[in-house]
């Protein structure tokens, strides 16, 4: 039981600050999740336990997200999980439609802002994400569903080697 309360205390620790983050802070899942990973190596390097086990209460995350104006939405472990997965494929339609002719990668970017209100555009997320990680995405979806749709944009696959 100590160990489990360490490694979750641990990974909801401010690696800076050295206090615990609040759950606002805790919003970049890739973020929590390196933590969480840097919290296991730590715990597994002296001490005799091979496994540990991070349960979290469903409800009282979702309580606690509401007391804050967040709303919790709960999905299904597949591979891109949601939001992985659908920005993914806009950037790779975004790659197929600028190799086509269809516009400029601005011109992409700028049609998502205006006539969508997303944040930004599929080449702004391309650049956030990285194009490895877009490719290394899709590719994952291919091999795990065999579909058609997550075949990678040949000007994706350019990217993602140019950025090596």
């Known amino acids: ?47 005799t336990e091979r496994h540990a086990v991070l349960t979290i209460d469903i409800d009282r995350f979702r309580v606690a997200n509401a007391s804050l104006g967040r709303h919790v939405a709960w999905v299904e472990d597949a ?7 659908i920005v993914c494929q806009l950037v790779n339609e975004a790659c197929f439609a600028v190799t086509e ?31 490895a990680h877009v490719l290394a995405v899709l590719d994952a979806l291919r091999i795990e569903l065999g579909e058609e749709r997550y075949r990678a944009a040949p000007m994706l696959r350019r990217l993602a080697t140019e950025e090596d």
């Open 79 to 85: 591979p891109g999980l949601v939001l992985g997965r």
């Open 101 to 131: 002719g269809v516009g400029t990668p601005e011109d992409i970017d700028d049609g998502m802002k205006l006539g969508l209100n997303y944040p930004r555009g599929p080449f702004g997320w391309l650049e956030a994400i990285g194009a």
């Open 1 to 47: 039981m100590y160990i489990s309360n360490r490694i979750e205390r641990g990974a909801l620790r401010l690696e800076i600050e050295g206090r615990p983050a609040k759950p606002a802070q805790m919003l970049n899942r890739r973020q929590f999740l390196d933590r969480l990973e840097r919290e296991l190596r730590r715990a597994k390097t002296g001490l």
